[in-house]
């Protein structure tokens, strides 16, 4: 495969665990495949050959995508398939550029598409030319419209709830919780994910805590986030908050500034969620002023993904081990087999456990200077 790399670090011991064991067996992907539309039928590949697989990410707000989801799609696909080619591209959160993105490799002539939409319904275009071309789409993290073949993610509802269990934990924790209202600061409405992490936010929170602002953020921009949540303080006061929900970690920490700058110290701040274990978000963490984030094991997500793409180009059955599959509805009610993977909360007390056994993280990369002489650090170094 082109741009071969040396595994990083746990690829020695996970290496391409989810490859032998990818996917439980599904009936209907043996023999000769058929997907793609009426016009457009996929032809089966050889692993010996090779064939090409496009991989389309959606955006650089977030950390993952470039310092994870890409090189652990990478890896895995390498190890399936060797002669195989990868073509790559980040649309950093532009939908046009996605489209053109995805049109390119279509005209390169690659034989399946791994497909992490900028936007769900705009996607519906892209699947359905690649489905038109007998050219399989993999839906990777974000259900993409359109017909997608297969689909691995998280558990998305889950997540939400997730991270509300743990801020009204905090709240209860802090004896808060009846004490004022907190601030609910979402995703980008443009991303599937964001809704289904609201909703499972809002089923937890409702009857527990009062909801005194709501935001949802174009983009997932932290500058916005920083926005959203100083006219928050404006409206509410910086009394009545007494907890933030906060999408993901890159939110949060424009969330966190805003609380800053209106004056509110590091052991005054409320507690603070997040999501996706980014680095600066951890280290939020372990210097308190973020309470929690949500790890979600990318490197199995990836690896799924690539298994995926390997069985829909050679039309052979998958593995999926220890994955259970199941059937996700798209927004055409057409049911999609898919993989949804466990999300679990992180907080100062689990870290060690989490993101640091999992070796996405060592202690030397959250314990830098800025942060030895907090009591993690202090502990673990």
């Known amino acids: 495969m082109t741009n071969k790399r040396p595994y990083s670090r746990r690829s020695a011991a996970l290496g391409i665990a989810a490859a032998s064991a990818a ?27 090779g064939f090409h697989v496009g991989l389309l990410l959606p955006e ?24 195989c080619e990868l073509s790559y591209a980040n649309a950093d ?30 996607a519906a ?17 974000r259900l993409a419209q ?10 998305n509802f889950r997540v939400g709830q997730v991270q509300a269990e743990a801020l009204l934990g905090a709240l209860d924790q802090s004896g808060t919780a009846g004490d004022g209202q907190i601030v ?38 932290p500058d ?3 926005s959203q949540m100083e006219g928050a303080i404006t409206s509410l006061g910086l009394d009545e908050i007494i907890g933030v929900y906060s999408a993901n970690d890159g939110m949060a920490a424009g969330i966190i500034s805003a609380l800053r700058s209106a004056g509110v110290s590091v052991e005054d701040l409320p507690p603070v969620t997040g999501q996706d274990a980014e680095l600066h978000g951890i280290q939020r963490i372990v210097s308190g002023e973020q309470y929690m ?24 059955d998958l593995d999926a081990g220890e994955y259970s599959v199941t059937e996700v509805e798209d927004a055409n009610g057409e049911k999609v087999d898919s993989v949804l993977l466990d999300p679990v909360a992180v907080t100062v007390d689990n870290i060690s456990d989490t993101v640091v056994s999992d070796g996405f993280y060592t202690i030397e990369e959250i314990c830098t200077d800025d942060y030895a002489d907090y009591d993690f650090c202090k502990e673990a170094l």
């Not at 275009?125 to 789409?137: C, D, I, K, L, Y």
């Open 184 to 221: 609910m600061i979402n995703g980008s409405p443009t991303d599937p994910n964001a809704g289904d992490f609201k909703a499972g936010a809002h089923e937890i929170f409702e009857g527990q805590v009062e909801i005194g602002q709501e935001f949802d953020t174009p983009d997932w921009s």
């Open 125 to 141: 275009g892209t699947v359905n030319e690649a489905r038109s071309q007998g050219v399989p789409v993999v839906a990777y993290d």
């Open 146 to 155: 359109g017909g997608v073949d297969m689909y691995v993610s998280f558990d």
């Open 60 to 83: 650089l707000q977030t950390a993952r995508y470039e310092a994870f989801d890409k090189p652990y799609f990478e890896e895995a696909l390498e190890e399936l398939c060797p002669n």
């Open 93 to 122: 959160q532009d939908v046009d550029e996605q489209q053109t993105q995805a049109q390119a490799m279509l005209t390169d002539g690659v034989d399946v598409l791994v497909l992490g939409a900028v936007d769900s319904e705009a």
């Open 293 to 316: 984030t949500v790890y979600k094991a990318i490197r199995p997500e990836a690896e799924i993904a690539a298994a995926m793409a390997v069985s829909l180009a050679t039309g052979e």
């Open 224 to 226: 916005e986030a920083n």
């Open 23 to 49: 996917l439980a067996v599904f009936a209907s992907a043996c023999g000769s495949l058929t997907t793609g539309s009426e016009d457009g039928e996929t032809e089966a590949h050889s692993l010996e050959e």
